[in-house]
């Protein structure tokens, strides 16, 4: 198999007092680009269990990552300041989590791995490597898509930032989940493997089709064989005039390679008329303008 993803191993500094990070002030109270509340909100997914989790910002980062693909079931085992978190450190999650505080607000802590997957059916464990425990690995795609169709309640451990999760605590999992990285930089932050393990998950439950615009826009219908075949005419007309049909033998294949691109745009009535326009800019130059002479009208009493 090949060599696969390790959480970040490093210790993290934690973060620096600011006073612009108060929760209802400042960056607190900042959402991120996108947020809607007037659309509903999609839940539900695996329970996302963080294991001893070591920094304020990872937590509120793995709710920004969990909000953003409709996770809502956040589990947290033993988190080294406690929590509910207070002072800066509650500050500093609240504003990583950039308007997903919601999630930090509904967070269950538990004392222990094993009271916090009592409940669930069935559960996953990150981590690089298999550890001789003889279990299924899986990516990330795989394992959400079977999370997907699968009844009853999945949940996913993530151990901490430096150490990763223990060999006892990989034990209660049924499956491993493990990540197909660069082997030279294998090294993901917690919040980046949340936010990957919930767009596999929103994929697979969702669909990945892109989300309707929101803006509405005029659309063209498409373009008539007529209208189709009078831009090529004019258009070949105009090459021909410039020379570019050479040599003459090879010309018929020329035009229906250059009539195939077009086809295989599917144009639409307005991009006919936009090329047309544009060769006609190219082959005439400048549009001219028209002066008009200025009316002389009596001042305004």
Same mark, same amino acid.
Request: glycine share 8%; hydrophobic share 45%.
């Given at each position: 198999m090949a060599? &696969?993803?390790?959480?970040?191993?490093?210790?993290?500094?934690?973060? +620096?007092?600011?006073?612009?990070?108060?929760?209802?002030?400042?960056?607190?109270?900042?959402?991120? +680009?996108?947020?809607?509340?007037t659309r509903t909100a999609l839940s539900g997914g695996p329970a996302i269990v963080l294991v001893r989790s070591q920094l304020a910002v990872n937590i509120g980062m793995c709710a920004?990552?969990?909000?953003?693909?409709?996770?809502?079931?956040?589990?947290?085992?033993?988190?080294?300041?406690?929590?509910?978190?207070?002072?800066?450190?509650?500050?500093?999650?609240?504003?990583?989590?950039?308007?997903?505080?919601?999630?930090?607000?509904?967070?269950?802590?538990?004392?222990?791995? +094993?009271?916090?997957?009592?409940?669930?059916?069935?559960?996953?464990?990150? &981590?690089?490597?298999?550890?001789?425990?003889?279990?299924?690995?899986?990516?990330?795609?795989?394992?959400?898509a079977a999370t997907a169709l699968a009844p009853g309640k999945r949940g996913v451990l993530f151990g901490p930032e430096r150490t990763g999760l223990d060999n006892d605590e990989i034990a209660l999992a049924d499956e491993i989940v493990t990540f197909p990285v660069n082997p030279a930089y294998a090294s993901l932050n917690l919040a980046q493997a949340v936010l990957l393990v919930g767009y596999e998950w929103f994929k697979s439950a969702h669909g990945d089709a892109p989300p309707a615009s929101t803006v509405a826009r005029a659309v063209s219908p498409p373009a008539t064989r007529e209208m189709t075949l009078a831009f090529f005419e004019f258009l070949e007309g105009k090459l021909d005039e410039a020379g570019f049909f050479r040599p003459v033998t090879k010309k018929p294949g020329m035009r229906r390679n250059l009539r195939n691109m077009f086809h295989r745009m599917a144009m639409t009535q307005q991009d006919v008329r936009t090329f047309w326009g544009a060769v006609v800019r190219l082959t005439e130059g400048p549009r001219v303008e028209v002066k008009t002479r200025k009316r002389n009208r009596p001042p305004k009493s």
């Open positions: 060599r &696969t993803l390790s959480l970040s191993r490093r210790p993290l500094r934690p973060a +620096a007092k600011s006073p612009t990070c108060a929760f209802g002030r400042g960056l607190g109270a900042m959402v991120g +680009a996108g947020t809607d509340r920004r990552a969990m909000a953003n693909f409709g996770l809502d079931d956040l589990r947290l085992v033993a988190p080294r300041e406690g929590w509910p978190r207070a002072g800066q450190y509650r500050d500093v999650a609240y504003a990583a989590a950039a308007g997903a505080a919601h999630l930090l607000d509904r967070a269950r802590v538990f004392a222990t791995v +094993a009271e916090a997957v009592a409940d669930l059916n069935f559960l996953y464990a990150t &981590t690089a490597r298999e550890r001789g425990q003889f279990k299924p690995v899986a990516t990330p795609a795989a394992a959400m």
